[in-house]
């Protein structure tokens, strides 16, 4: 393992941080905010590090899949740490710890917060805490490999950073794949931070709640998400851009391209709204059935909570802690299948949820018919047994780390409502879980033990497992 | 990446000194706002509630003189007055030359306004006059009078309280901005000395390994001398030519030394 390979890449990943971090410095600066030293100190050391990195090494032609997967590892941890320096400099209510997991829940795309009182950040800071959210969310190893010059390193980082299930939509060649993305990406941003500035948000809070939205983060810069603003329109925008973003870019491109195979043609992605629409409209007849709201406004809550967990974005526009037992667990349910693979939105993901229901099928009909030969097919097409495997491995790892985080987060004396869903919420990337960290709530009132735990938890959400797994494995064999 | 070694060196110390340089500079601001703000606080709050409970004081002298007054005592009743009075004025005007908070003048004006009500009252005679011994005036008309110029003394200090909690919560939180860029670099300069250290091994002492085993490789064998597996373009390039360069002249000498013989 060539220690210089990796911090190479490191040092153009924080040189990427240091420019956001010089974005949210100048609007500090311009209205003379108390985060202005906090963020030009971070933005000093990320730039000096970062130099050193790059001019330091040797550029590096290949660099093997060991080296590909520390680089993403530690890529992600190093971001976080130097994202942490803003919030750790400027204070109030940010010790080690929270700073910490702050910085983890905005790169993984987690938006769980430590906040109370989120208003009372500055500009520049509120600019740098959502743009954590939009560097994470196609993963900043992506930028730094779409600004770099074409190599074989880029392939090898390319597979780390996108499971190998999320590469089966993409249609174009690798090297393809990188600009799909950033075209997509960018594009859904400023579409989005435009319309929501017609519809009547400021300027700056369009910006940071489409870095909110596209990233599938959930940062709000109100302390009332997205009900702060009682505005339909912008509901409704942040709505189909949530849905956008939680399905397959590749498949958002081909279908921008007019391409024959677009999102109307995947199999996967009409399961997909057919689920989130069968959702809304359990949790919006139990809202109306129970009396909570009129029909129309259950519509409205339903909805944008659904989407909002389901997608794992993680705004909202009520308190769910308060809604009936049923309502709680279709969103929990939600909260565990998640968006499509080769979106931004996190968790298990609904293409895996899917597989593993088209393979259960059919291990069925074999027990039933043991000469009959079938095979699980999406699209028409066989689906490859490794993937198969593979989806079957990861449910299993999945489950396995959010029961071990319930049971430790209990040993802390959490309810159990709130360590479960606190668990789902952050291995998930969602952010908000329910009871003690709801929707309107925060998780500042969790041991700093628990505070680590779940951050770890984001990174492996994050990360998908096998990658930390892995590099586990790399350095004990 | 550069490729002369100096360079290396020289940018490797420069970003060090960056680092610390920033560093020290922000340190040194935040103690700067954090020494202005104790002067705020002691200049610009302390001050006026430190006069608003001079006056209170006062008012409550002036208040027992009223009484020695109405009881005829005429002497200390008007001895304690006027020493309470001058007390008063003299922090009235601390109070008015310290305006510093929003609507603060405002409350000034409202103290101003009350005590010249209330000074009124006692400036008229009240010995040998039905004002003696008349409790009934006493609360009537003394009494509110009294009460509404300390509500507008207590106002005044409240608001300057108010603000010096501010104040301190904010001195607080500079004394943390303060403390925390001086943390942080003290870490960060202690993973760059080790960076740094990784790097100058890599460029420095890596190859000077490798080119003391060429030498020795070199006159085990005096075959041909090769160094350097890395494609560099540092100071070692050079010298390894340099030695390339000194060992074909050697081995000119020896052939041209062998074909004499």
């Known amino acids: 393992m060539r220690g210089e390979s990796v911090l190479r890449y490191l040092g153009f990943i924080l040189l990427f941080q240091g420019f956001f971090l010089l974005l949210s410095f100048i609007i500090s600066a311009v209205q003379l905010e108390t985060s202005t030293v906090p963020l030009l100190f971070s933005l000093i050391s990320a730039v000096v590090f970062g130099a050193m990195f790059v001019l330091f090494t040797h550029p590096t032609e290949e660099v093997n899949f060991s080296e590909g997967i520390l680089t993403v590892v530690l890529g992600w941890v190093v971001t976080c740490l130097v994202g942490a320096l803003p919030y750790l400099l400027w204070g109030v209510e940010f010790d080690l710890v929270n700073a910490w997991f702050e910085s983890v829940s905005g790169f993984t795309t987690t938006g769980s917060t ?51 299930l999320s590469q089966t939509n993409f249609k174009q060649s690798k090297r393809q794949v990188l600009l799909v993305l950033g075209y997509v990406y960018l594009g859904l941003t400023v579409l989005q931070t435009f319309l929501l500035w017609v519809a009547g948000m400021s300027l700056f809070d369009a910006v940071n709640h489409a870095f909110a939205t596209i990233a599938t983060g959930g940062f709000s810069t109100k302390n009332l998400s997205i009900a702060h603003f009682n505005s339909l329109p912008i509901e409704v925008i942040t709505e189909v851009f949530m849905v956008l973003s939680a399905i397959h870019f590749g498949l958002l491109f081909t279908t921008i391209m007019g391409h024959k195979r677009n999102i109307f043609t995947s199999e996967i992605t009409r399961a997909f709204l057919l689920v989130v629409a069968i959702g809304i409209t359990i949790v919006a007849l139990k809202l109306y059935a129970d009396g909570l709201y009129p029909l129309g406004t259950s519509f409205r809550h339903a909805a944008f909570q659904v989407i909002s967990l389901g997608t794992t974005t993680g705004f909202a526009t009520v308190d769910t802690a308060h809604w009936p037992p049923l309502a709680m667990m279709v969103l929990m349910y939600f909260t565990i299948q998640c968006g499509m693979v080769g979106s931004t939105s996190g968790g298990l993901k609904f293409d895996r949820v899917y597989i593993f229901f088209k393979a259960l099928k059919t291990q069925i009909l074999q027990i039933l018919h043991p ?75 969790l041991p700093d033990g628990a505070k680590v735990l779940l951050s770890v938890n984001m990174l492996f959400g994050r990360l998908e497992i096998f990658n930390i797994l892995a590099l586990i494995y790399f350095t004990r064999y | ?50 006069a608003c409970q001079n006056m209170l004081e006062a008012l409550e002298r002036e208040d027992s003189g009223i009484l020695l007054l109405s ?179 050697v081995h000119k000498f020896y052939d041209q030394k062998a074909k004499v013989n």
């Open chain 2, 1 to 50: 990446m550069i490729s002369k070694l100096r360079h290396k060196i020289f940018i490797g110390i420069l970003l060090l000194a960056v680092l610390l340089a920033a560093s020290g500079t922000i340190v040194l601001h935040q103690f700067l706002l954090l020494n202005r703000s104790v002067t705020a606080l002691i200049e610009d709050n302390y001050k006026t509630i430190q």
């Open chain 2, 71 to 249: 009881l005829g005592n005429w002497e200390k009743g008007r001895y304690i007055i006027d020493a309470a009075d001058s007390v008063f004025e003299a922090s009235m005007a601390v109070a008015a030359g310290n305006v510093t908070e929003l609507h603060e003048d405002e409350r000034v004006a409202a103290v101003r306004a009350a005590y010249n009500e209330y000074k009124t009252k006692w400036q008229k005679p009240i010995v040998d006059t039905d004002k003696e011994g008349n409790l009934n005036w006493y609360v009537t008309d003394i009494n509110p009078d009294f009460l509404h110029a300390k509500e507008a003394v207590y106002a005044l200090m409240k608001l300057n309280q108010n603000s010096m909690y501010d104040e301190a919560s904010v001195l607080k939180e500079r004394s943390y901005r303060a403390i925390m860029p001086g943390i942080v670099a003290i870490v960060a300069v202690i993973v760059f000395a080790f960076l740094f250290n990784y790097f100058l091994r890599q460029s420095l002492m890596a190859p000077l390994y490798e080119l003391i085993a060429a030498t020795e490789k070199y006159r085990a064998n005096m075959s041909s001398f090769s160094f350097s597996t890395k494609k560099t373009d540092d100071e070692f390039r050079e010298l390894e030519q340099g030695i390339q360069k000194v060992i074909s002249k």
């Open chain 1, 371 to 445: 000469r009959l030969v079938r095979v699980a097919k999406v699209d028409g097409q066989r689906i490859p047994v490794e993937i198969i495997e593979h989806t079957q491995v990861f449910i299993v790892m999945y489950i396995l780390i959010f029961f071990v985080t319930t049971v430790v987060l209990s040993a802390y004396n959490i309810d159990l409502l709130t360590a479960f869903s606190a668990s789902i919420a952050t291995i998930g990337n969602v952010g908000p879980g329910f009871e003690g960290v709801s929707s309107l709530g925060n998780f500042s009132g």
């Open chain 1, 114 to 164: 430590i906040l109370n009182d989120v208003e009372r950040l500055p500009s520049g800071l509120l600019f740098f805490r959502s743009s954590t959210h939009w560097m994470g969310g196609v993963g900043i190893i992506m930028f730094v490999l779409l600004i770099l010059p074409q190599s074989s390193s880029k392939l090898v980082l390319l597979n780390t950073e996108l499971s190998s």
